[in-house]
Structures are given as C-alpha cells and as structure tokens.
C-alpha cells in the first residue's frame, strides 16, 4: 500500500512541475486541423461507397437482364 501512495505522489508531482503542457491556441489550431482532417476523411469514404454501390447495382442489373 505504501508504494502506491508513493507512486501517486510521484504522478501528482510530475504533472505539476514536469510535464510541459500544450498552449490553449496551439489545441484550438489542432482540434481545428483534426476537425476537417476528419471532414476531408468521411466525404472521401462517402464518395468511394457510393462510387462502389452504383457499381454493384449497375453489375448486378447487368446480370440479372442477362439471365431473363
């Protein structure tokens, strides 16, 4: 039990006096930069499912009008 203690005393310290922690403009202009970074992301898979479902119903209408 006591190295716990000790341990979370030596967390509890070096957050304080070591740890070097970002400036609040420097996480807006990453938040900024992950919020269209993920925007550029879910359009571009958006854009290939739908590129992949007109295929599939395009083939697939093609099959089936080569069966009947």
Known sequence: MN???TYL???ITEF???VEWPKWS???SSTTVVA????ILSL??????????KALKN???IL???KS
């Not at 571009?44 to 479902?53: H, I, L, N, P």
Request: proline share 0%; hydrophobic share 55%; aromatic share 16%.
């Open 16 to 18: 304080k006096d070591h």
């Open 44 to 53: 571009f898979c958006f854009g290939v499912d739908w590129v992949f479902a």
């Open 59 to 61: 083939i697939f209408s």
């Open 3 to 5: 190295g716990l203690i």
């Open 36 to 39: 269209i970074a993920t925007i």
């Open 64 to 66: 089936i009008g080569l």
């Open 9 to 11: 005393k030596g967390s």
């Open 26 to 28: 420097d996480l807006q």
